[in-house]
């Protein structure tokens, strides 16, 4: 129902910063789901894991530990639009990083989420 378009990944060093976009289109999430949309990364070998998420109703956001101080989640209601600033990045922030939309769960769970984007990667080097 919703597709989401990631962009914005690429190689850095480490302590640069990137910015990740999340493109949505399709039809629009009804108004009576409290929905949310997040970010995951998941690195080879590793299971995938949540790294932010934005109520969009509310615009609460939530934070994986490893990335609070560093990361920071927004969105742009008039560009149906998501973005990651990725700031102070590291070595270990290096995977896959995937946008996804959902409702009705825990935000860090990946099973809570519906629909999901294609990836962009985001390499760090040491």
């Known amino acids: 129902q919703v597709q989401l378009v990631e962009s914005g990944g690429g190689s850095v060093q480490a302590g640069g910063s990137l910015r990740l976009s999340c493109a949505a289109s399709g039809h629009p999430y009804s108004a009576k789901y409290n929905y949310y949309m997040g970010w995951f990364r998941q690195a080879p070998g590793k299971e995938r894991e949540g790294v932010a998420a934005?109520?969009?109703?509310?615009?609460?956001?939530y934070y994986a530990d490893s990335v609070k101080g560093r990361f920071t989640i927004s969105q742009d209601n008039a560009k149906n639009t998501v973005y990651l600033q990725m700031n102070s990045l590291k070595p270990e922030d290096t995977a896959m990083y995937y946008c996804?939309?959902?409702?009705?769960?825990?935000?860090?769970?990946?099973?809570?989420?519906?629909?999901w984007g294609q990836g962009t990667q985001v390499t760090v080097s040491s």
């Open positions: 996804a939309a959902g409702w009705g769960g825990n935000v860090f769970y990946a099973t809570a989420y519906r629909s």
């Open positions: 934005i109520y969009i109703r509310g615009g609460s956001t």
